[in-house]
């Protein structure tokens, strides 16, 4: 609901044109695509922007606008200056303000906290969410209980569909800029909440009902992410489980394939190869009928490494070369809003793992070197993981000085923003790798590096 105060944005209005709001969003989305951007941007989107409830865009939605209108300021497309809207200016960017996902630890982002202010304020423009607000916000949380014994006086609509929905959104950008240890505990109420509302909404019909599922799965896939990446492999099994139990009920097929994606990709991380197969293999028939090439290209993908991890050369090539086909044909708008991360360095990290598991370290370093080189820094967490895939080819390659300096800048990202149990689990054992080759030059100073984080690291956990 806008502000008595909004002012509607006439400049961006009038920039839509003849186009329908859904239709702008899909250009929006687009041009995001092109510049490796990460937006999910809809009619809804478009409106709170014309109706003046959205007086300055975050960063991301910053430098798409800004893409898309080259030439044109911010104030050009009718929005406020950042630090009027914020009031941040005189306080300046040094240090960082707190963030309320991480608190005040000197490692958080000026995003991070634009983003939860527009969040909190989206959760608590309605009178009848107030108790899932504080939940699916990350703010005071309440307990399970008690939240559920609130919910059922409630009604249940459009606005608790978009609560979660903006939930698994926040939680993607998070994890995107810092991996997902410091995120995991905190994200569980907000899961909760999500389930707690579908259960409470359980009589109410239509496309709320179907927004209001579709979201709570993808935020049990989104949490079962954080906890996979943070090492937690059986919480992570038991809420991608949860996210297709989910799809299956409502019939919801693209969240069904997304569940069945993460499942194979947590088969494999956990040895579980033949599962991870299967897993991928009934990914792609539900993807079938989504008409996402994307989508298939990278459930190809699971399957590829699948057979990797069997030690089936011929069957990880034949899944590479469909996977490469179908990624050739392009994006399109019915690509799904979570595969914004999916693009060429995703698809080129994800081979490197299949020459890797195959035992092709040279040609795995290649193409790790490629995802590396290819990432938008924006995406930090990203960025580290294609770094240290690439350390650890190249130390097991027999280049151990190059991997101690990818291994050093991999260091710089977990000393930063950057948590991430995953990323620190493959840099220990790149250290393995190069205990016995500390006379070449460069590796002494990595692996004195690397065991002077590990106590720090292991305290966050």
Not at 12 to 27: H, I, K, W, Y
Not at 91 to 99: C, I
Not at 231 to 251: F, I, K, P, Q, W
Not at 304 to 331: I, K, Q
């Amino acid at each position: 609901m806008a502000s008595s105060r909004a002012v509607p944005n006439l400049e961006f209005r009038r920039l839509r044109g003849q186009r329908s709001p859904g239709e702008f969003a899909a250009l929006v989305r687009r041009a995001a695509r092109e510049i490796g951007e990460q937006v999910a941007c809809d009619a809804r989107y478009i409106g709170r922007v014309e109706a003046g409830e959205i007086r300055c865009p975050n960063y991301a939605y910053e430098r798409v606008f800004l893409h898309m209108f080259p030439g044109l300021t911010l104030a050009d497309l009718g929005f406020s200056a950042r630090e009027t809207v914020r009031g941040r200016a005189a306080r300046g960017r040094t240090p960082r303000p707190p963030d309320p996902y991480y608190g005040n630890n000197g490692n958080n982002s000026t995003y991070s906290n634009e983003e939860s202010d527009v969040l909190r304020r989206a959760f608590m423009t309605s009178g009848t969410v107030t108790v899932a607000a504080a939940s699916l916000g990350f703010g005071p949380l309440p307990g399970a209980e008690a939240l559920r014994s609130d919910l059922p006086r409630q009604r249940i609509g459009a606005s608790e569909a978009s609560a979660v929905e903006a939930a698994v959104r926040q939680i993607r950008l998070l994890d995107d800029r810092h991996g997902a240890d410091g995120l995991y505990k905190r994200a569980a109420q907000p899961l909760r909440a999500a389930y707690a509302l579908l259960d409470a909404g359980a009589t109410t019909r239509g496309s709320t009902a179907d927004r209001l599922a579709a979201g709570a799965g993808e935020l049990a896939i989104s949490v079962g992410w954080l906890a996979h990446d943070s090492g937690r492999l059986e919480d992570a099994r038991s809420h991608y489980a949860e996210a297709l139990a989910t799809a299956r009920v409502a019939g919801d097929t693209a969240l069904e394939a997304h569940a069945f994606c993460n499942t194979s990709f947590l088969a494999r991380d956990a040895g579980r190869h033949r599962e991870a197969v299967r897993a991928a293999q009934a990914g792609q028939r539900a993807a079938g009928q989504l008409g996402s090439d994307r989508l298939l290209a990278l459930l190809t993908l699971r399957e590829a490494g699948a057979w990797a991890g069997l030690g089936d050369r011929a069957g990880c090539e034949r899944a590479l070369s469909r996977a490469h086909t179908l990624f050739g044909r392009g994006p399109s708008d019915t690509d799904p809003e979570w595969m914004s991360f999916f693009g060429e360095p995703e698809l080129q990290a994800l081979e490197a793992q299949c020459w890797s598991a195959l035992g092709d370290w040279p040609r795995a370093a290649r193409h790790a070197h490629r995802a590396a080189a290819l990432q938008d820094p924006h995406f930090a967490r990203n960025l580290a993981l294609y770094r240290a895939q690439l350390a650890a080819d190249l130390a097991r390659a027999d280049a151990p000085a190059e991997a101690a300096a990818v291994g050093e800048q991999v260091l710089d990202a977990l000393e930063g923003d950057v948590e991430s149990t995953r990323i620190r689990a493959m840099l220990d054992d790149t250290a393995r790798v190069l205990g016995s080759r500390r006379s070449t030059a460069g590796v002494t100073s990595f692996l004195d590096r690397h065991a002077a984080t590990a106590p720090a690291a292991a305290a966050r956990v």
